[in-house]
């Protein structure tokens, strides 16, 4: 294997969504890339791929996958998500609340392991990345320049890309030499996926089209459609919660009191409750995301958020994105390269945290709020007035590419106006929003029909 890197080969660790797309960016740089993973290939094998079965796909996750080339592919596997449509025990026939009024302000529904063998593929495609899997990484000698293995192997490198996710090791490695300091906050929350099944001629049970929430205050459901007729639905609730949870009866009382209308559509759920695992929740905060030119951690290994605006993969692949660009600047000079990206996708890497735990509330409680429902709704229709100065958070956060940081203030700026006119409607509220700065264009490769909305 050839390289340019003066330290020896190139090497990524993990091949997520992160991992894989860094490693078609770095090919069509000119470099040779080693892939190393822990688990086994899951395009030969029938394994779980991860944490949850799908994952929202929007903009800034779109326009990488753009970007790489295989959109197309990808078009083949997603489902359409006009909005959010929430089942209430009081109304029988639930309510959609579209995301936007233009339209392609939908989300996707993708399979997280159907996506990831794209990128996989293409990867390989490009002829100069090599996956090893089954190679769990245990440590890095920055010293020796070697990657040390769970098996004791040792295996040369001369930059090492952490895309190991949330428990990275290349992260730990680098706090050990002292780059990196991290931490994790535990939501006091967990969850749980369960599967809604399909219909008895395979169609589904509910509306495909929509992001299914089933909002309770302290705890929801949630459920999003795969191309095979069923839904992946995940209960989030309190540790308190999932304690009390822990035989079948107790299991199928709580569904059919809090749940009732779902609880018929999945006769099995208790069953499945007990044997599903339960997953924790946290936002991982790290500060120094390179050493050097030796090492620098994308994706959930130097950002993971918790997933209530289902953005952690989109940012994962934005932030790739992101480190492409600024390799490309600074060919020679990757220290500065790696540095630069760093500071600019750290302040959006917390703002994106702090949104996504923000709408936890919103998703749970908020969208029955009448309170919400009537900022949600003035919101719209002064964007409809100003589309040039005012779009609601969640479709900045979901249809923009504006900083994650850039979203996070506008969105207060926009709250604080419409909090006011909302509590003194003599406020002239048009010369507010008309006064704000204009939004930022459009990524220019963020092509709106890229994905089929319908
Ligand atoms: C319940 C839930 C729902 C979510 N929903 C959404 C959503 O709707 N939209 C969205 O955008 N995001 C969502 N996310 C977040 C999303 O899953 C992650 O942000 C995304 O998968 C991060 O990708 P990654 O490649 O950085 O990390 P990962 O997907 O974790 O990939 C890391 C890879 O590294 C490998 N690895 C780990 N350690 C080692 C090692 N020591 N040696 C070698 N290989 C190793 C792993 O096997 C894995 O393949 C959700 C997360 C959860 C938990």
Known sequence: MTSTHPHGPIVVVGAGQAGAILSIYLARQGHDVMVYESRPDLRRTDIDAGRSINLALATRGIVPLIDVGVIAQVDEITIPMRGRMVHVDADPTPDLQPYGSQAHEVIHSVSRSDLNAILLDAAEATGKVTI?????????????????????????????????GAGSRVRKAMGLVGACDFGTEWLDHDYKELTLPPSPDGSHRIDPNALHIWPKGEFMLIALANPE????????????????????DAIQKFFETEFAAFTELVPDVAEQFLQNPTGRLGTLRATGWNYEDRAVIVGDAAHAIVPFHGQGMNAALESVRSLDAHMRKNPDDWATAFANYSAERKPDADAIADMALGNYIEMRSGVVDPDYLAKRELALELEQRHPDHLKPRYNMVMFSTMPYSEAQQRAHDQ?????????????????????LPELPPLDPLADPTALSTS
């Open 132 to 164: 090893e899997f089954e190679a769990a990484v245990s440590s890095i000698n920055f010293e020796a320049s070697t990657i040390v293995f769970d098996d004791g192997r040792t295996e040369p490198f001369g930059v090492v890309f952490g895309a190991d």
């Open 229 to 248: 007729g069923d839904f992946t639905v995940t209960l989030f609730a309190p540790k308190t919660t999932f304690a009390e949870l822990d035989a079948l």
């Open 415 to 435: 709250a604080e106006i419409i909090a006011s006119s909302i509590a003194d409607p003599s406020i002239d509220v048009d010369a507010l929003i008309a006064a």
